[in-house]
């Protein structure tokens, strides 16, 4: 396997296809990555203020994520009056499906907040508005980065799926190589797959572990 992947790479134009295609794929899995958190984050937020919205709310979230990818896919370009072949179905359609994913782990992360911090918060003369964003938020960031890398694995894994009706990315390596035959090609295509996902996972935890120094230092401070 070896040999054949060395003359694959020593064509440029195959260089070219790899790279471009790579480039397509953290486009359609990162942007609805990061729109999908912004999305879930006030969700989630209601969701937790207010008792007689959880039930909808989650419940929306749950049908939405339940949807078959390939379906939303097709259909979505009628809906949206894109192409069939549009990056934006994709973006679009994993980003309601990276919302859908979120707002149950947001509202636990938030509820798991312990309640003497947000008292202490309170005492401090912290408005819900900053307490939110200055400390249940950021006490919620381990919990919830865990559910993000998963959401990120999901959206580079969905995105192949659009490879079957022709919407850029990796998973057209391994589509067009089963196609031709090319076994070399195919494999690439999925150990590049792989290697995103692993790649986008360490980012996150590296920048988990950036959002939250006090998870080193062992202790959390609220203050000015």
């Known amino acids: 396997m070896f040999e054949p992947l060395v003359r694959y790479f020593s064509s440029p134009s195959n260089r070219e296809v790899l790279f471009e295609q790579l480039a397509q794929h953290v486009y359609m899995a990162l942007v609805p990555l990061v729109i999908g958190v912004l999305l879930a984050l006030p969700l989630g937020r209601l969701a937790q203020r207010f008792r007689w919205l959880r039930a909808p709310l989650l419940g929306g979230a749950s049908v939405v994520y339940t949807l078959p990818s390939l379906a939303v896919f097709v ?9 069939y072949t549009s990056p934006l179905n994709v973006v679009i359609a994993l980003t309601l499906y990276t919302a859908a994913l979120l707002v149950r782990p947001v509202l636990d992360a938030l509820e798991a907040v312990p309640s003497h911090v947000t ?5 401090l003369g912290y408005r819900p508005r900053r307490r939110f964003l200055s400390v249940e938020l950021p006490l919620a960031v381990p919990a919830l980065t865990s559910a993000v890398r998963v959401a990120s694995v999901s959206n580079i894994s969905l995105i192949s799926v ?46 988990w572990r950036l959002l939250t120094p006090w998870e080193r230092a062992g202790g959390v401070v609220i203050g000015e």
């Open 75 to 83: 259909l979505l370009p009628s809906v949206i009056g894109t192409g």
């Open 119 to 123: 008292t202490a918060a309170e005492a």
């Open 162 to 207: 659009g490879a079957l009706i022709g919407v850029g990315g990796l998973g057209r390596l391994f589509t067009v190589g089963f196609e031709r035959g090319y076994l070399v090609q195919t494999v690439l295509g999925i150990v590049a797959t792989v290697l995103l996902a692993l790649a986008v996972d360490l980012l996150l935890v590296g920048l």
